[in-house]
């Protein structure tokens, strides 16, 4: 259990992840992990030193208690982790293929998609300084989404700052319903997260310049664009500035987002400006990529000072 005052409570899916690997014998061996883009975020968080409490639900299962044990692992609080006896924790599975990886993902009915507005820690979420959640938290089902809905709104009404990914997952819902979700999201954000990929697609925009216009068409506080190997714009008090990425060998991008919004939110929790927090969490994700998996190549917030050096 965390003191009083929670940087950042993170609301979204879990998912224990099996990677498969390569060997001289062709064996099909798998490493097990822990993926889901908020757990993600809120591991980053916590290694950068930020108090961080989860929401979510798992399934009285062995890859649920692998998750709660792996969150406790990196202190983060469980309070809001519920644990349903009758749904699954979601899985899935990453397969080497010619064009990188191949994704298969078990998650219809998981526990985390059947969590209801009751099951919400009203209490940890006051105490909270950010709320974050992305797209995919809305997308894995109807339940899921009328939770966010309501968890947005406890918080704004609780003076609770919320931070949203526009984190787009085109299997779980046609484009057509995820622009209207995503889009209203958005201008309820205090903190918008979005990337350049999934942004020129939302969007419509092909120029990172219109696309940085057309989000703060939402009049967010602060807009952080991840550009991948291009880094990051920051958008805050009609200011915009690029951060340029660090130099690295990347050999697993997965995970860098969530990294980046973790970093990010630790930071600015802390009462660093846009702009350093953006530094900062550019740096973090560029690090993160060094390493296979969303989880172990996340690095400490001593890695990341090193680093800024």
């Given at each position: ?122 209490t940890l979420i006051k105490k909270s300084k950010f709320l974050h959640l992305s ?175």
């Open positions: 259990m965390l003191s009083e005052d929670i940087d950042l409570i993170c609301l979204g899916e879990p998912m224990v992840e099996f990677t498969r690997v390569q060997t001289d014998e062709e064996e099909n061996l798998y490493i097990q992990g822990l993926g889901g883009d908020t757990s993600n975020c809120a591991i980053a968080a916590a290694r950068q030193g930020a108090a961080v409490a989860y929401i979510t639900a798992v399934g009285d299962d062995r890859f649920g208690r692998f998750a709660i044990d792996l969150w406790k692992k990196e202190g983060i609080d469980i309070s809001g982790v519920a644990v349903f006896d009758e749904f699954p924790t979601g899985i899935y599975f990453i397969e080497p293929s010619g064009n990188g990886r191949d994704f298969t993902y078990y998650r219809t009915g998981s526990a985390a998609s059947r969590l209801t507005s009751d099951d919400l820690p009203k797209a995919i938290s809305q997308a894995i089902s109807g339940t899921a989404a009328a939770t966010c809905a309501h968890a947005i709104s406890f918080a704004k009404k609780n003076k609770v700052r919320i931070s949203y990914d526009t984190n787009l997952r085109l299997n779980l819902w046609d484009l057509k319903r995820a622009r209207d979700v995503i889009h209203e999201t958005a201008k309820q954000a205090d903190i918008l997260l979005p990337s350049l990929d999934e942004a020129r697609v939302l969007s419509g925009k092909s120029s990172i310049e219109d696309i940085v216009d057309f989000y703060l068409d939402f009049n967010p506080q602060v807009l952080a664009l991840k550009c991948g190997e291009q880094g990051a714009v920051i958008a805050f008090e009609d200011k915009v500035e690029t951060i340029r990425p660090i130099s690295v060998d990347a050999v697993d991008t997965s995970g860098a987002g969530d990294t980046f919004d973790g970093a990010f939110l630790s930071q600015l929790s802390k009462g660093y400006s846009p702009l350093d927090s953006g530094r900062y969490a550019v740096t973090a994700a560029g690090l993160s990529v060094e390493g296979y998996g969303a989880v172990t190549p996340i690095p400490t917030k001593s890695n990341v000072l090193r680093k800024l050096q």
